[in-house]
């Protein structure tokens, strides 16, 4: 499960990097090259539907892991240090500058003109929220499920879902599906619709209490390791239909999301996903056990790397699109950790931006790590 969140964070860092010259429609970004089709976009299609709640489910796991070893208030304090500090204070400290590049455009056209300067900068502030989203929503999610625990104390629900087989396992992709339809598909203008289907707060609980009540079981996990073939050639088929009946489509519109396909492809690459690392990548080396330690960090600082000099490359080279991508691709997985190992070094600010609370320093890189892996 280590194994499956740090590589499903790195799919994060590469689908930012096309999605920051997609030409589909997709919210944010700096937009494509030309008016035709980008077939590179294709990664979007591939990864969108599967990966953000993926990372959900492991939360749910690692927060039911947790609660298991320490009280549920400690964990709780733990969490918001570790998801609601980097998310508000750190928005003020390190991602106003992604905010900076985010209302470049805005600026250029004078829009930002006669703005005093306090008011532009919590406005930079704000809006390098970016990937934040979802540390945000976690915290959120983290309170919900304290509620749950207090309703029922005696853990039966969560007896109860051990209990489930393949079939009801896959079933649950109902549930997937009605989180979908909670999205406003036809979002007003100057409105908070639009806010609403980026967090989708009711659709990612539903992976999160999955994660928790369900795929915490080392019963249900083994179903799911044991049908990881199946699950997966399932999965590549209904993806296949799925991209190329809606190629060229906004990938990230309501509409979309709550089609039947994406929601069997969404779900069914989340068992696969699980059930192939437990079946093949149940171990661990250097590199991951760093990543293990590290992703979460990572996780929080890549998007600078992309905004900065991804509109840069765009706005002030003439550079093909070809080498921008690639040097985008090599900077967000090269410079991020980098930008990570100085940052978790600094005190003070490696409590705001990541969230890492004073510790002794030969201990500190050991218990990010354990923090990172519970309910992260």
């Known amino acids: 499960m280590d194994n499956l969140r740090w590589v499903t964070v790195l799919l994060v860092l590469l689908y930012h990097v096309i999605y920051f010259y997609n030409n589909t429609g997709v919210f944010g970004g700096i937009g494509g ?9 294709v990664v979007m299609y591939i990864l969108y539907p599967w990966f953000m709640p993926l990372l959900f489910i492991l939360a749910g796991i690692g927060s039911r892991y947790a609660l298991e070893r320490q009280p549920a208030g400690e964990w709780f304090r733990s969490r918001t240090r570790k998801l609601l500090v980097p998310s508000t204070i750190g928005l003020f400290v390190f991602h106003w500058m992604v905010g900076w590049f985010n209302t470049a455009v805005a600026a250029r056209t004078g829009a930002l003109d006669g703005m005093p300067a306090l008011a532009k900068y919590i406005m930079m502030a704000l809006s390098g929220t970016g990937p934040l989203w979802f540390i945000q929503v976690l915290w959120l999610l983290c309170i919900v499920l304290l509620i749950i625990r207090a309703i029922d104390r005696k853990d039966r629900f969560h007896a109860w879902c051990g209990k489930a087989g393949i079939v009801w396992i896959i079933l649950l992709g109902v549930l997937f599906w009605a989180g979908e339809q909670t999205l406003v598909r036809n979002p007003r203008p100057q409105s908070a619709d639009g806010l609403w289907n980026l967090y989708k707060p009711l659709f990612y609980m539903i992976p999160f209490l999955l994660g928790y ?20 050639a399932c999965a590549v088929i209904s993806g296949g239909i799925l991209i190329g009946t809606t190629f060229g489509q906004d990938n990230t519109s309501p509409q979309y999301l709550g089609s039947p396909m994406n929601c069997i492809y969404g779900w069914l690459m989340c068992l696969a996903m699980m059930g192939w690392f437990m079946a093949r990548f149940n171990r661990t080396g250097i590199f991951a056990g760093y990543m293990t330690r590290s992703s979460f960090g990572i996780y929080i600082v890549h998007y600078l790397v992309i905004a900065s000099l991804g509109y840069m490359m765009k706005t002030h080279t003439e550079l093909p699109p070809a080498a921008m991508y690639l040097i985008l691709g090599v900077a967000v997985f090269t410079l991020s950790p980098l930008i990570y190992e100085i940052i978790r070094r600094i005190p003070l600010i490696r409590w705001c931006v990541l969230g890492i609370k004073p510790a002794r320093r030969l201990n500190a890189h050991r218990a990010d790590g354990a923090e990172a892996s519970d309910g992260c």
Do not use: R
């Open 33 to 41: 090259f030309g008016d035709g089709p980008q077939y590179q976009d």
């Open 213 to 232: 009540f369900v795929f915490s079981h080392d019963e249900v996990q083994e179903n799911v390791k044991q049908a990881w073939i199946p699950l997966m």
